[in-house]
């Protein structure tokens, strides 16, 4: 949470076989595995590590703008890797596909990619 509080992107990445836990580990008890619709449900006491990181990540953004160091501002973006295919989970066109490149400068970047700006958890 520290290097995120400090500019640095972040990821939160699961990696295993089908059927391990990963969606439940992510998203907690949920019928549904949509993220946006996932992160609004505060009623599930059962919420996975997206759910809690982020409600974290804007708790400690309001104590650090509270007492006037910084300004934030958050961007989402949400990605699938599944046999190789990358699918942008925010997009609304599913048959276009994110590409992954290497910028000389900017390191590996993922083309093409929605990102929303978030301002709180809801």
């Known amino acids: 949470m520290e290097h995120v509080l400090n500019g640095y992107n972040s990821t939160l990445f699961a990696y295993g076989m089908t059927g391990t836990g990963k969606t ?22 059962n919420q996975g ?21 910084r300004k934030f501002e958050v961007t989402l973006a949400y990605i699938e890797i599944y046999n190789e295919q990358i699918r942008d989970m925010l997009s609304t066109n599913p048959k276009k596909h994110p590409n992954i490149i290497e910028d000389q400068t900017k390191g590996l970047i993922i083309t093409d990619l929605k990102e929303i700006s978030v301002s709180n958890i809801i």
């Open 24 to 45: 439940y580990t992510i998203f907690g008890n949920q019928k549904s595995n949509q993220f946006l619709k996932i992160i609004k449900n505060k009623k599930n006491d």
């Open 49 to 69: 590590i997206s759910y809690l990181i982020i409600q974290e990540l804007f708790e400690q953004i309001a104590l650090k703008e509270s007492e006037g160091k």
